[in-house]
C-alpha cells in the first residue's frame, strides 16, 4: 500500500520501530511512515492518500481550511462554512456534523487506527455509501465524499502544502491558521490522551518532548507552517493566528469576510460571531467525534475543551516552558515569523 516516492517528489520510508513505540499511541494497522525530507509522520496509509489528493478536480470556488493539528480547524470551519452557507443563520444543514459539512481530505489515515479497525467511522461510510453506491473504500473515502459537495466547498486538510499540487493556490482559496505553539502542544496532548483513538499513555513533559523532536504523528510542526507563511502574500492565501481571532474576532471576521468575498454587513457578522462562539459551539457539540472520547458521563463533551489563550501555564512546569521557549526561538530565528507573544518573557 505504500509507495516509495509520492507524486508531490517526497520519499516515504518505514518510521523504525523506536519512533513508533517512543509515540506511546495505539497503534496502526499498517505501521507508520515518515515522509522526507520534511520528515512528517503518518500513519502508513498516508502515502496512498496524498497522492490520491493530486487527482482531485478542486474547483475555483472551493475553500481549504488547513492547519497543524490543534490549531483552531474546527473553530474556522465553521466560520467559513457559516459565512459562505448559513449567513442568515437558518440553513438547515447547519445541524450536520461539521465532519460532513466540512470533510478533512486528509482523514483517511486515521481510520487505520487499530481502534477503528481500518474502516471509517458510521456517519462517513454511510454518507460515501449514499453519494457512491457501489464504489470501494479502499482508496479512501474523503475525496469521493468532497467530491459529492455542492460548492462552495469547505475542505479541511491537516496535510502541509508541499504535499498538496503546487499548483493548487492557483485555484482555490485557502484560509491557514496557527497558534502558539505551548497552547497547541497543551491541547494535542490532552486530545492524545483523551480520545479512544490514540490513548496516549504519557505526561504533557514526554508528549512535548516528542513535538519538539519531530517524534509524534504529523509532526514536524515548524515546516508546516513556515511553508504557509512563505506564500502569505499569494492573493489565495489567508494566514490566521488563533490568538488575533481570540482577541478581536470582529476585526478576524472582516478579514476572512473579505478575502471570501462574502461581501455581509456588519450585523451579520455580529450574528456569525455569536454562533461561531466556542461557548455556542460546544452547547451545540460535535457528534460525530465526540462519542470517539474517554468521558465520565454520556453528556460530557470532549471534543470543544477550552478554546483558550495561555492554557499551557497551567499544565507546562517551569522547566519545559524554558525548553520549549528555546525551541520557538530557534525555529524563528533568521525568518521574519514573530512568535514573540508565545515566549514568556
Known amino acids: 500500500m505504500m509507495s516509495r516516492q509520492l507524486l508531490s517528489g517526497h520519499k516515504v520510508e518505514q518510521a523504525s520501530e523506536e519512533v513508533v513505540k517512543n509515540m506511546k499511541i495505539l497503534p496502526f494497522i499498517h505501521g507508520v511512515v515518515r515522509i522526507l525530507p520534511e520528515g512528517w509522520l503518518y500513519p502508513g496509509t498516508a502515502p496512498t492518500f496524498i497522492d490520491r489528493i493530486h487527482s482531485v478536480k478542486f474547483r475555483s470556488n472551493d475553500v481549504m481550511v488547513m492547519t497543524f493539528p490543534k490549531c483552531g480547524t474546527t473553530w474556522m ?6 459565512m459562505l452557507h448559513n449567513p442568515d443563520l437558518e440553513n438547515p444543514k447547519a445541524d450536520e456534523t461539521i465532519f ?45 465524499i468532497i467530491e459529492a459537495l455542492e460548492g462552495p466547498r469547505v475542505i479541511k486538510c491537516h496535510f502541509p502544502f508541499p504535499l498538496l499540487p503546487q499548483d493548487i493556490l492557483d485555484t482555490i482559496k485557502v484560509v491557514y491558521v496557527t497558534r502558539n505553539p505551548k497552547d497547541m502542544t497543551t491541547s494535542f496532548w490532552k486530545f492524545f490522551s483523551t480520545t479512544n483513538v490514540h490513548e496516549f499513555c504519557g505526561d504533557i513533559d514526554s508528549f512535548a518532548k516528542l513535538i519538539m523532536n519531530d517524534g509524534m504523528i504529523y509532526c514536524p510542526y515548524w515546516p508546516h507552517v513556515k511553508a504557509a507563511w512563505e506564500k502569505r502574500e499569494h492573493p489565495n492565501l489567508h494566514f490566521v493566528f488563533y490568538e488575533d481571532l481570540i482577541s478581536d474576532a470582529m476585526q478576524e471576521l472582516r478579514k476572512i469576510n473579505e478575502f471570501l468575498g462574502t461581501r455581509l454587513n456588519e450585523e451579520k457578522l455580529e450574528a456569525i460571531k455569536r454562533y461561531t462562539s466556542f461557548s455556542s459551539m460546544k452547547s451545540r457539540k460535535e457528534l460525530l467525534s465526540d462519542d470517539l472520547f474517554k468521558k465520565e458521563e454520556p453528556k460530557e463533551v470532549v471534543f470543544f475543551r477550552k478554546g483558550i ?19 520557538i526561538k530557534k525555529n524563528v530565528t533568521g525568518t521574519d515569523l514573530s512568535l514573540s507573544w508565545a515566549l514568556a518573557e
Open 100 to 144: 460532513l459539512r466540512s470533510p478533512d481530505i486528509s482523514f483517511d489515515m486515521i481510520f487505520d487506527s487499530k481502534f477503528l479497525g481500518g474502516k471509517p467511522m458510521e456517519p462517513i461510510a454511510k454518507r460515501f455509501e449514499e453519494k457512491h453506491p457501489g464504489r470501494k473504500m479502499d482508496m479512501g473515502v474523503m475525496a469521493d
Open 77 to 82: 470551519n465553521e466560520i467559513v462554512w457559516t
Open 309 to 327: 489563550v495561555g492554557d499551557w501555564k497551567k499544565n507546562f512546569p517551569p522547566e519545559l516552558q524554558a525548553e520549549m521557549d528555546q525551541w
